[in-house]
């Protein structure tokens, strides 16, 4: 990485270059009069004027975008053509208090004292975004607006108009104000694209109104001792949403030479852009992506200021861009150090997917800033933001929404990421990139999810006229793999399976930032949407429906012990352990396709329970796969409960016993939060129970017009005694309109609901439900499902699938640990799962697959780990059995009538071979032995 500090001071010298220069005629400003300073500068300069005027009048979204602001813009000077104060009395002011001084209580506006010798800016109300009360219109506001009572706003919920305190009323004071301020900036550019002057002529007294209100008012005081002593902005409760830094950096940078010919007095502004980076430094939150969002901020104040030695107190360009890149403080970590938290290795950021992106994002829009003043590839000084943006498609399940824990919603990759880094590849000729990124977009362009067009004049300046044409072939495969594992969020995926076939899990535990109470949860992604999915937040951060349920374990795909499993969400350290999973993660293609799986561990924080989770996904003769879902939990006490969540979208569920009677549950009381359970309970409804020992299945049916019906049946392991209930969860909010991930008609409904409670541990007789997802009257693979146990080994499970094939079956072995022996007649297993795929009409199985084991037998078939534990797959193909393994292995193959092996190829990574041939086994003739002395992930047995 190159010297950050220093490449600013040569930025610097850049800005001041004459470019469109004009001299700074001033009475009390503290900028030296003598420099010659070059505006605008931050997205055009008017060296590239012509140029950016041509790319108008060739690219038709460009063009259809500058319209639309002049049309937008024309509305308002025709009003203030009538009353010219229309626009600059709508600001939220202090209009007639003056008032200089804030004070806050916690994260809400107490009041305000002082007198400022000009109307101040006002605070925002709190830093919580719900609200019951409607924002007014512009239209709508009364001019001059100050009064003592509060605000009268009309009432979401009744209706009716009340006088409400600024603390009641969510972000409305800031969204006003930025609203206005949005005006200004358009207007500016505007003035700047045209140089017709009605549009500096309505920005100019907004402007300067506000700039001089924040100018005479002070930082806000924090009255108690709550953490909102360390995040406050100028305008808003933090630092981080300080958008208002934009609009009014940009405004200044286009309409800086129509000041200078008016001889307006900037010094007030200069300061205000000067204070406000001093609070951005100062305050905020060091350890997550408040060090990003806010270094975006320092970038604009430090583009629109001049150099240091233009100030008396040496604030400028050089010192808010060192602090930006180079130098960290207490609450605002630099990028140089910020860039750490990455996981240099896979790229993710350690919160929740749309905060990670977001993240990126803003990491690009910085880089972009500054690359169009020193036109040096920022980007390439930064591996890993680029690293990070590739990682992004890791979370995106085959419908192209990302994943949903944690305070994240099934929303996309930011598309202006993409956008960004083909800007990036195409002005420096990385072709086969810039191939890449564009043909991902293209896709989206083409799918209906993306369509070109600019929504704010960054975009506008830093896109692309038109994308390039595709013409290389383009590899996506490494964006996407079979599985992927995030140590850092504790996040494990597994994919399988193209278009309708697709299916995806994904298990998350809970670490890093924006992270929630889900102890071991999963998504699941099959029939194109994502069945069961995460609930997302809440109304707000700060809202009981987000702390009390969305949160909270209940409203997740897990399993709660004794009704209070519980820990802090927000900022979470409470991962899960990766004990064993298949195939490696990233791996782009694994030589066994059939299988994938993880097993993970993790104790519970407030009830100390160990747990369990093994989820796979198996694949079918037919293509269309199934999941496999164990999970263990117990307590070290004598009387424990333990309850399995499991929320998935339907307009029906139904339960059935296994003779495919349907069950009728009754009505409930049960599932509250008395005896001191979660009060998340009391938000479940429609409560129904059964108490049952047999296995049972359930279906949940999505139904759509012109469409087969979309069914999750799940084959569920039955246990004496085992109350099943049905229930309905609220809405999640992951999805909503637009994402993709589930019908439209199902949006906003209650979520359908299943819950299996064990009033015992749930170790060795464990949770087992098999996922059987297909469409109605299309391919089912599943016929039948068995459960059973061990005899001898009552905690290993062993689930019998039987395909609809009539002629294939699939038996599962799942024991506790790779140190459990699961033995029976023609069985015996010392490890953790296999899988054996018999087809009836052959005499050899299809695959065998074994993961964590240290040996397994199969009637006269034999795997036998050397050193260690292995992962291994023996698969039946044309060419003979073909074999990966992870570790060193000594294998036992039996002669048949159809298959008498003789010989095994052992393939390099070049696709070389050597072969060897088998040696018969002493103790049985009827077996030949192949030993793999190292890992292979090839190797072929081929029969006589």
Not at 718 to 734: D, H, L, M, R, T
Request: net charge neutral; glycine share 6%.
């Amino acid at each position: 990485m190159k010297v950050r500090v220093l490449k600013s001071f040569v930025i610097c010298l850049m800005l001041i270059l004459p470019v469109c220069a004009v001299a700074q005629e001033k009475k009390n400003s503290n900028a030296d009069i003598t420099k010659i300073y070059t505006h605008p500068r931050i997205y055009n300069n008017d060296n590239s004027k012509e140029a950016f005027l041509k790319s108008l009048d060739h690219t038709e979204w460009k063009k259809d975008f500058v319209e639309q602001k002049k049309q937008h813009v024309a509305k308002y000077i025709q009003l203030c053509e009538k009353d010219p104060e229309w626009l600059v009395s709508r600001l939220q002011m202090n209009w007639k208090t003056k008032h200089s001084n804030v004070y806050l209580m916690g994260g809400n506006f107490s009041h305000s004292d002082g007198e400022a010798p000009v109307p101040t800016v006002r605070y925002s109300g709190t830093r919580d975004w719900a609200t019951d009360y409607k924002r007014q219109k512009l239209e709508d506001l009364e001019p001059y607006f100050d009064d003592e009572r509060g605000y009268f706003l009309e009432n979401k919920n009744t209706g009716k108009k009340e006088w409400v305190h600024p603390s009641k009323m969510g972000h409305a004071i800031e969204g006003i104000n930025r609203n206005i301020l949005s005006i200004v900036e358009d207007a500016a550019f505007l003035y700047w694209l045209t140089g017709d002057e009605k549009y500096a002529k309505l920005a100019e007294p907004v402007f300067l109104t506000y700039m001089d209100g924040m100018h005479y008012r002070n930082p806000p005081v924090v009255l108690d001792k709550s953490n909102q002593r360390f995040v406050s902005g100028l305008a808003t409760f933090e630092v981080i949403h300080e958008k208002a830094v934009m609009h009014l950096s940009l405004s200044y940078d286009y309409l800086y030479k129509y000041f200078v010919q008016k001889k307006i007095d900037l010094s007030n502004s200069t300061s205000v852009f000067q204070k406000w980076g001093d609070q951005i430094i100062k305050y905020g939150i060091p350890d997550n992506n408040w060090n990003l969002f806010q270094a975006r901020f320092l970038t604009y104040i430090a583009l629109v200021l001049e150099d240091d030695e233009s100030y008396e107190n040496g604030k400028g360009q050089q010192y808010y861009l060192k602090h930006t890149f180079d130098v960290s403080t207490p609450r605002q970590i630099a990028i140089k150090d910020a860039l750490k938290v990455y996981d240099q290795k896979t790229g993710i950021w350690p919160e929740s997917p749309s905060y990670s992106m977001h993240v990126n994002t803003t990491l690009l829009e910085i880089m972009a800033l500054l690359d169009n003043v020193t036109n040096a590839n920022e980007l390439s000084n930064f591996p890993i933001i680029e690293k990070a943006a590739l990682a992004c498609f890791q979370y995106l399940f085959p419908s192209g929404n990302n994943v949903g824990f944690g305070d994240s919603g099934h929303g996309t990759i930011p598309f202006e990421n993409f956008e960004l880094l083909i800007a990036n590849y195409k002005k420096y000729k990385n072709k086969k990139k810039e191939q890449l990124i564009t043909s991902l977009l293209q896709s989206n362009i083409e799918d209906g999810l993306y369509q070109r067009k600019a929504n704010s004049l960054f975009q506008l300046n830093f896109y692309v006229d038109d994308l390039s044409a595709v013409t290389d072939e383009v590899e996506t495969s490494a964006l996407m793999t079979p599985t992927f594992y995030a140590s850092n969020v504790s996040m494990f995926v597994q994919r399988m399976g193209k278009g309708d076939k697709a299916i995806m899990v994904s298990t998350v535990g809970s670490y890093g930032n924006h992270a929630h109470t889900n102890g071991i949860s999963m998504e699941l992604f099959a029939n194109n949407y994502v069945h069961a999915p995460d609930m997302g937040r809440g109304r707000s951060y700060w809202s009981p429906d987000f702390k009390e349920y969305y949160a909270k374990m209940p409203a997740h795909n897990t399993v709660v012990v004794d009704g209070k499993s519980n820990y802090s969400n927000m900022r979470s350290f409470n991962p899960y352990s990766m004990d064993h999973h298949y195939p490696k993660s990233g791996e782009i293609n694994p030589g066994f396709k059939e299988v994938s799986f993880c097993k993970v561990s993790f104790v519970e924080p407030e009830t100390n329970a160990d747990q369990q989770r093994l989820t796979a996904i198996i694949n079918t003769p037919s293509g269309k796969g199934y999941v496999l879902d164990l999970f263990r939990s117990k307590t070290k006490e004598d009387t424990q409960k333990h309850e399995y969540f499991y929320h998935n979208l339907g307009h029906s569920f139904q339960l059935y016993n296994h003779a495919d009677q349907q069950l009728k549950l009754r009505k409930t009381n049960e599932l509250t939060s008395k005896d001191g359970q979660l009060k998340a309970y009391d938000y479940l409804t429609d409560k129904k129970e059964i108490t049952l020992d047999g296995d049972l299945k359930a279906m949940f049916k999505i139904e759509e017009d012109g469409k087969p019906d979309n069914l999750m049946k799940v084959w569920i392991k039955g246990n004496e005694n085992q109350s099943i209930f049905s229930v309905k969860s609220p809405k999640s909010n992951a999805i909503s309109k637009g994402t993709g991930t589930a019908p439209k008609s199902l949006i906003g409904e209650k979520m359908p609901t299943l819950i299996l409670r064990r009033n015992e541990q749930a170790w060795t007789n464990p949770f087992v439900l098999l996922f059987n997802p297909y469409f109605e009257n299309g391919d089912n693979p599943i016929n039948d499902v068995d459960f059973s146990e061990m005899q001898k080994n009552s905690a290993c499970q062993k689930i019998k699938v039987s395909h609809s094939n009539g002629i294939t079956n699939d038996q599962i072995v799942v024991s506790k640990s790779e140190n459990d022996v699961v033995s029976s007649e023609d069985f015996y297993q010392k490890g953790l799962f296999s899988i054996v795929r018999v087809n009836e009409e052959k005499d050899i199985p299809d695959f065998l697959f074994a993961s964590g084991i240290y040996q397994l037998k199969y009637n006269e078939w034999e795997i036998l780990a050397v050193n260690t534990v292995a992962t291994i797959s023996i698969e039946n193909t044309t060419e003979g059995l073909m074999v990966q393994n992870d570790n060193p292995v000594v294998l036992k193959i039996p002669i048949t009538p159809d298959f008498k092996p003789v010989i095994i190829r052992l393939y390099d990574e070049s696709g070389k071979y050597i072969e060897r041939n088998g040696n018969v086994n002493r103790h049985n003739t009827n077996q030949i032995e192949f030993r793999l002395a190292k890992p292979y992930n090839k190797a072929l047995i081929i029969s006589e």
